[in-house]
């Protein structure tokens, strides 16, 4: 049975803090492209940041570079965002997802993790 978890959200103000994590099963978690979504209030989903299936390499949304940290720990199936210095336009509910690096290039998502930036 796949899973995909996340969890982390929560309220915060401007300039502070949270480290979201995705947790996943039911899948070879290390034959997996991993990435944070988000999709503002009104708005479309969008990328945030996607690190490869071995850790490498690494991409981010031009909004949060210097500001997010995606990494995954393949031993605990496992991808994190640490989210710094955050803006009240970082509100959003956050998604993860698994992307199959080989055919039939299988996605999954998880449910979503809210995160809330206002004073």
């Known amino acids: 049975q796949v899973q995909v978890v996340e969890s982390g959200g929560g309220l915060v103000q401007p300039g502070e803090s949270l480290r979201l994590s995705c947790a996943a099963s039911?899948?070879?978690?290390?034959?997996?492209?991993m990435t944070w979504y988000r999709q503002p209030p009104g708005k479309g989903r969008e990328l945030v940041a996607s690190?490869?299936?071995?850790?490498?390499?690494?991409s981010y949304a031009d909004s949060v570079k210097g500001r997010f940290t995606i990494i995954r720990d393949n031993a605990k199936n496992t991808v994190y965002l640490q989210m710094n210095s955050l803006k009240p336009e970082d509100t959003a509910v956050y998604y993860c997802n698994a992307r199959q690096t080989s055919w039939p290039w299988v996605n999954y998502w998880g449910q979503g993790t809210q995160v809330t930036v206002s004073s």
């Open positions: 690190i490869t299936s071995t850790g490498g390499s690494t």
């Open positions: 039911g899948f070879t978690f290390s034959s997996y492209t």
